[in-house]
């Protein structure tokens, strides 16, 4: 198992990702509706609606799917006690937590959007209309944090885009750190050449 995980929530920083690519850099968690466009090592969906169209698609079957309430036969994993009241995101980042020791999580923006809803999928099916309020980011903020302290030895480091916002409540632990996007584009970028260039010459 890879020390790394990267945490996908649907904030609209994370466009600038090369989603294939993450998968070389570590064990790629997402959530809700992501499994639209890109199959994550794990995927979390705590809602029903959006719960229910992933299992009825199938995906469930073939892919590792947590999620409150799974239908029989369709191949979900039920979500533990310890998380199962959390939201989809922090679900995935406390999975991620017992599993690796550098969680990477990326799209987690809290805030919206000029008082807009901040969602890649915002207007789509089991989602709110894409011109809806901005939703409350408390709980969130709250049951991430409770992932922080349930996992002081890790580290928990938020890839961000500019103006974005950090509750103090994750500032102030020490496992907690913050990336621009354009540099962990560029680790990303480095690791790949060098994978590369590491292959190459054991195939010359």
């Known amino acids: 198992m890879t020390e790394i995980a990267i945490v996908l929530g649907n904030g609209r920083s994370r466009l600038g990702l090369d989603l294939a690519a993450l998968k070389s850099f570590g064990r790629v968690y997402g959530?809700?509706?992501?499994?639209?466009?890109?199959?994550?090592d794990v995927l979390v969906s705590t809602d029903a609606g959006i719960s229910e169209e992933i299992q009825q698609s199938g995906y469930s079957k073939d892919?590792?799917?947590?999620?409150?309430?799974?239908?029989?036969?369709?191949?979900?994993q039920t979500i533990d006690r310890l998380l199962?009241?959390?939201?989809?995101?922090?679900?995935?980042?406390?999975?991620?937590?017992?599993?690796?020791?550098?969680?990477?999580?990326?799209?987690?923006?809290?805030?919206?959007?000029?008082?807009?809803?901040?969602?890649?999928?915002?207007?789509?099916?089991?989602?709110?209309?894409?011109?809806?309020?901005?939703t409350y980011y408390g709980n969130w903020v709250r049951q991430v944090a409770e992932v922080m302290r349930q996992h002081p030895n890790k580290k928990f480091i938020r890839i961000v885009d500019h103006g974005h916002l950090t509750p103090d409540d994750w500032h102030n632990h020490a496992c907690y750190s913050e990336m621009r996007i354009?540099?962990?584009?560029?680790?990303?970028?480095?690791?790949?050449?060098?994978?590369?260039?590491?292959?190459?010459?054991?195939?010359?």
């Open 31 to 40: 959530c809700n509706a992501l499994y639209r466009e890109f199959a994550p």
């Open 182 to 204: 354009t540099e962990f584009v560029d680790m990303l970028n480095n690791k790949r050449t060098l994978n590369h260039e590491h292959n190459e010459k054991n195939h010359r």
């Open 63 to 76: 892919n590792l799917h947590y999620t409150r309430k799974p239908i029989d036969g369709l191949g979900s």
């Open 84 to 134: 199962y009241g959390y939201s989809s995101g922090p679900v995935a980042m406390g999975l991620a937590a017992r599993e690796h020791s550098y969680v990477y999580f990326a799209g987690f923006d809290l805030k919206g959007d000029d008082g807009k809803i901040n969602n890649i999928y915002a207007g789509t099916a089991h989602y709110k209309p894409a011109d809806a309020a901005a």
